[in-house]
């Protein structure tokens, strides 16, 4: 039995996904404690039983984890000329795992290991092979290991389910910006739709012609993506759009305060850029799904300086109690987010 989950985070947030871990782990029982530095990049949150706590604990409803391993050792003190014999006898008696993924905190410390990472896996992926730690191809239905290197002598190991864990290396999914997107923003559209909905929830809600607005919408970077999905979008800003994307014929750009403007009748969508403060934002999301303004909502929430997982809780609990419905709500600070974490919800 393992006494300790490893997760993922932004570096800087470490207090935050402590303070969320440490929460959430007592509404359900467990008592448990964070040990984490400031900028590392990850944390360990040791409990008496990592596996109920990972249960309880599901990764999708975590704001803060990038990713979640339950933890299977800490190797201290690796000798350079030989890191692969430790890690063997750390797996003996552990079973057998369907992938593995060399890893490494996404931090200014972690970064430079990338390399150092790349090339051991190269080197240890055929040894677990052979000794039967590993399945000659990825087998989905089998754990993943996770070999993270925080340091050149030292590595944390950990194993996840695909069903209960970020898909990608470091939960961090590889997009790029397309040369014709408005703004950078556009990659947290994209991020957002790929992380907080299921392939079959992408599927059924998103088909051209839908109808979406945009709020605070210049210069278009959202309204951009969900034109590349082919729906209709209001484009609601007093500021001026990229004019290629009124070439597109899919954009109607309305000059009007997001905070004012409401549909004639319910769209598919609405999501939300705005930069203001996180309570207003999360009071006028939450009466567009109580008027039944549209169906389905993603926006932002611009964080404060301290006490963010507070401020995350209450916002979130706020915009659940005003939306005035049953939700199916779902929040994360992705990769591409800094100061602010993103939200999805829809009507359950």
């Known amino acids: ?26 509404l359900a029982g467990i008592a448990g404690y964070a040990r984490a530095s400031r900028d590392d990049g990850y944390l360990v949150f040791h409990a008496d039983d990592a596996d109920a706590l990972s249960q309880a604990l599901p990764w999708r409803q975590l704001v803060y984890a990038r990713q979640k391993a339950v933890l299977i050792a800490e190797l201290d003190g690796l000798d350079p000329r030989d890191r692969i014999t430790p890690v063997l006898a750390a797996l003996e008696g552990r079973g057998r795992y369907g992938d593995l993924w060399m890893e490494h905190p996404d931090s200014d410390a972690g970064k430079p290991l990338s390399g150092l990472a790349r090339s051991f896996g190269n080197a240890l992926r055929p040894v677990l092979r052979q000794r039967g730690f590993l399945t000659a191809q990825p087998d989905p239905r089998l754990s993943r290991l996770h070999v993270c290197f925080v340091a050149g002598e030292r590595v944390l190991l950990g194993r996840s389910r695909p069903e209960d864990s970020a898909p990608w290396p470091l939960g961090i999914p590889r997009l790029k910006l397309h040369a014709g997107a408005p703004s950078r923003s556009a990659l947290k559209l994209e991020e957002a739709l790929l992380s907080l909905l299921s392939e079959r929830e992408r599927g059924a809600w998103i088909k051209p012609g839908m109808q979406a607005a945009d709020l605070g919408a210049a210069p278009g970077g959202w309204t951009w993506v969900l034109t590349r999905h082919h729906l209709r979008v209001a484009a609601i800003d007093n500021g001026p759009l990229q004019p290629q994307l009124l070439d597109t014929g899919l954009v109607q750009h309305l000059q009007a305060d997001g905070f004012r403007w409401s549909p004639e009748r319910t769209l598919d969508w609405m999501v939300c850029d705005m930069v203001e403060q996180p309570r207003r934002v999360a009071e006028r999301m939450a009466t567009w799904l109580r008027e039944d303004w549209c169906r389905h909502t993603l926006f932002n929430l611009k964080l404060p300086m301290k006490k963010r997982w507070q401020e995350t809780r209450q916002c979130l609990e706020l915009f659940a109690d005003q939306a005035g419905r049953p939700l199916t709500l779902r929040a994360r600070q992705l990769y591409h987010d800094r100061e602010e974490i993103t939200v999805f919800a829809t009507a359950a």
């Open 1 to 26: 039995m393992s006494d300790a989950l490893l997760c993922y985070c932004r570096a800087g947030f470490e207090p935050e996904l402590a303070a969320e871990l440490t929460e959430r782990a007592a």
